[in-house]
């Protein structure tokens, strides 16, 4: 069956470093999107993404953040100069449809800020 | 603002036992829900979902109603199994699109 995979599944760096969060989705998919939940806190809308440009983006993703297509696989969330506030489990989704509501998420990326 | 809350968890029942996990909305439109659900070491996958008032969603012996006058959601199961063991999300959506406000998940334990 098909679904969308992560790396890395946990990831540890300092306070200022850059950090690359790679999803591949799954591949007729054409909507990607990353969420985010801090521990404890909901599962919060970070971006979506369609025909390789942003859709939608929610307040908390400010100038740190970017995202990218960079082939035809790979989706990937960067933030620039990480504080401890992003420590999260970040998740990537796609969707064959952009308003169905059925998105099919990773396992999620789990970011440690030291 | 649209917001969802859920019930507190950890649930944890006994095999074969009714399930209630209760969620209710806040919303500016009129919003379609969701109930999506996390096994352990998976990715969070739609379970159930329904897109106007008093339809009710239904999926592996889960359901839930759309109640529009209580602004809620619950969900519901007659006889929880171990294997149902896992995080529940209650969410909703506003527009088109899929930007998704979440709840902030109940975990079930059901236990032999």
């Known amino acids: 069956e098909p679904e969308v995979t992560q790396t890395p599944s946990h990831q540890v760096t300092q306070m200022g470093q850059e950090v690359i969060l790679r999803c591949v989705p799954i591949?007729?998919?054409?909507?990607f999107y990353w969420y985010r939940q801090i521990l404890g806190q909901k599962v919060e809308f970070l971006v979506s993404?369609?025909?390789?440009?942003?859709?939608?983006k929610s307040e908390i993703f400010d100038d740190q953040f970017s995202v990218e297509r960079p082939d035809g696989s790979n989706f990937t969330l960067k933030i620039r100069s990480t504080k401890l506030e992003d420590s999260a489990m970040y998740f990537c989704?796609?969707?064959?449809?952009?308003?169905?509501?059925?998105?099919?998420f990773g396992e999620g990326s789990r970011l440690t800020v030291l | 603002g649209n917001s969802v809350t859920q019930m507190e968890g950890p649930v944890t029942l006994s095999e074969e036992a009714f399930l209630t996990i209760n969620c209710t909305y806040t919303?500016?439109?009129?919003?379609?829900l969701f109930w999506y659900v996390q096994y352990p070491g998976e990715g969070l996958q739609l379970l159930l979902k329904?897109?106007?008032?008093?339809d009710k969603g239904s999926n592996k012996g889960f359901e839930a109603t759309y109640r529009k006058e209580t602004t809620s959601f619950h969900l519901e199961k007659g006889s929880v199994q171990v294997s149902d063991s896992a995080v529940y999300f209650c969410?909703?959506?506003?527009?088109?699109?899929?930007?998704?406000?979440f709840g902030g998940g109940t975990r079930l334990m059901v236990k032999p």
């Open positions: 591949s007729n998919h054409l909507y």
């Open positions: 329904a897109t106007k008032a008093d």
């Open positions: 993404f369609y025909n390789n440009e942003i859709s939608e």
């Open positions: 969410a909703l959506r506003i527009n088109a699109g899929n930007m998704l406000t």
């Open positions: 919303a500016t439109g009129y919003p379609s």
């Open positions: 989704a796609s969707a064959g449809t952009g308003d169905t509501g059925e998105l099919f």
